[in-house]
């Protein structure tokens, strides 16, 4: 398992499991006991992590925006290595495609069901409440359809080219993908591509040093 590569999604910092499991109080004091272990784990076990440049700019401003102090974002580079896919040399199976293509069409068809649902209850609502304001009448309706549209078309599937680039790189490094994104652990599944989590790689790096016999976190 010694040199292992893992290609890192935005969720490897963020998953509140692995806040938990480490014992931090809080995001910063999160990232540095993650950064800490990725760092034991490259040093004593020659793991080696990437990520895409898209994913590696998304993850700072995530980190930034939610209270990471800049000089702890700034540690990211030590350890994470930034890579963009080699897109036009990687390829994807045809029937994984097919596949592909019929789930998306599934799921605009379900979209329209659920625009064409929201648009009845509008029209029955506003005929049954006509004394009542606009916005009170149609503002609940458009958040109900914003989130059951975005269940509908986007919840499992990959929808940008952000996490599209990651499988790639993953697929082209033979690496271990690590996320909590439904989506890109479909997509990266059938693809034949190892998926784990945020919290399982933390109990994959301490269950190796353990094995191997490398002690605890480096100092």
């Given amino acids: 398992m010694c040199g292992m590569k893992l290609v890192l999604d ?19 004091e999160a990232v540095e006991k ?3 272990l990725l760092a034991t784990a490259s040093e004593r076990l020659g793991y080696e992590f990437y990520t895409t440049p898209r994913v590696y700019e998304e993850l700072r401003g995530f ?13 990211l580079a030590g350890w994470i290595i930034v890579k963009s896919p080699s897109s036009l040399e990687v390829s994807i199976p045809a029937y994984v495609m097919y596949r592909y293509v019929g789930d998306l069409r599934r799921r605009m068809d379900k979209g329209l069901r659920v625009a064409e649902w ?23 309706l458009i958040h109900r359809l914003r989130e059951d549209y975005r269940l509908a078309l986007r919840h499992g599937i990959v929808d940008s080219e952000e996490d599209f680039e990651l499988v790639l790189l993953a697929r082209e ?7 909590s994104d439904a989506g890109i652990r479909s997509l990266s599944e059938s693809l034949g591509i190892r998926v784990v989590d945020a919290p399982t790689l933390v109990k994959i790096i301490r269950e190796r040093l353990r094995l191997y016999g490398l002690g605890g976190l480096r100092a």
């Fill in 10 to 28: 935005t969720t490897a910092f963020s998953d509140a499991r692995v806040r938990e499991m480490l014992g931090a109080s809080s995001l910063e």
């Fill in 173 to 179: 490094l033979d690496a271990t993908l690590v996320t």
């Fill in 118 to 140: 929201a648009v009845r209850r509008a029209a029955r609502d506003a005929r049954d409440n006509a004394e009542a304001e606009l916005d009170d009448v149609v503002g609940p």
């Fill in 63 to 75: 980190l930034l925006r939610n209270g990471c102090r800049e000089e702890t974002v700034d540690r």
């Fill in 34 to 36: 993650i950064l800490d």
